[in-house]
């Protein structure tokens, strides 16, 4: 090998090396998911495209990725409601009994952006709490509702901004499911009610 070969050869080495990382960065996808904090809040309100939430005097669980928090369990007493997308309010109301839904809850478990979680938590006092009872039943509801909610296996994925999941376990109606973002969905699990055809596309979400 020539000296200006092997020359060329350590020149691209050494670009390959610098730019691995930023391919790495870019490519990533999939983030671990840390819950080992647990809160106690006074009033925390989410306002969502097709749900508004409201709870009082409960604990927040905030699940931790690299890339910021992208999951929360709330543990309170809470109040919701339910809206639809133009065109279906009485297939709500059929489901639920009337338009718009309104509910109390005991628990929510809540997939969304980092930014929408900020958002969400900006005027929080969040109170750090060392209740082990709580701090348990809160990762319960990790185990159960997890895999059911933008994952790949153990790891989790990002919901895109303005997007989310969020499964309430609500007195009257039983576990509801919704989902905001580009294929909307609005479930009452029993008894069973989809709001949405599966391939429907928010048309305040197509570009």
Known sequence: MTA???????????????????????????????????????KLNYNGELVTLSAEKGFLMPGKTEVGITLAIVLAPGTFTLTALPGYEDKLKEAFG??????????????LNP?????????????KS?????????????????????HAGELALIPAEGDSYIDIESEQFGQV???????????????????????????KRRR
């Open 130 to 150: 060392q209740d082990q009872a709580i701090l348990e039943q809160s990762k319960a509801i990790y185990s159960e509702k997890f895999y059911g909610s933008y």
């Open 177 to 203: 499911i919704i989902k905001e973002g580009y294929w909307p969905e609005t479930t009452r699990r029993f008894p069973f009610k989809r709001i949405y055809p599966r391939d429907l596309e928010n048309p």
């Open 98 to 111: 009337s338009y718009p839904v309104t509910g109390k809850f005991k628990q929510v478990y809540m997939r």
């Open 115 to 127: 930014k929408d979680y900020e958002q969400m938590v900006k005027d929080l006092t969040l109170v």
């Open 4 to 42: 200006n070969m092997a020359t060329h050869l350590l020149a691209g080495l050494a670009l390959a090396a610098a730019l691995a990382p930023a391919a790495d960065q870019e490519e990533k996808k999939y983030f671990e998911v840390t819950l080992d904090e647990l809160y106690a809040f006074e």
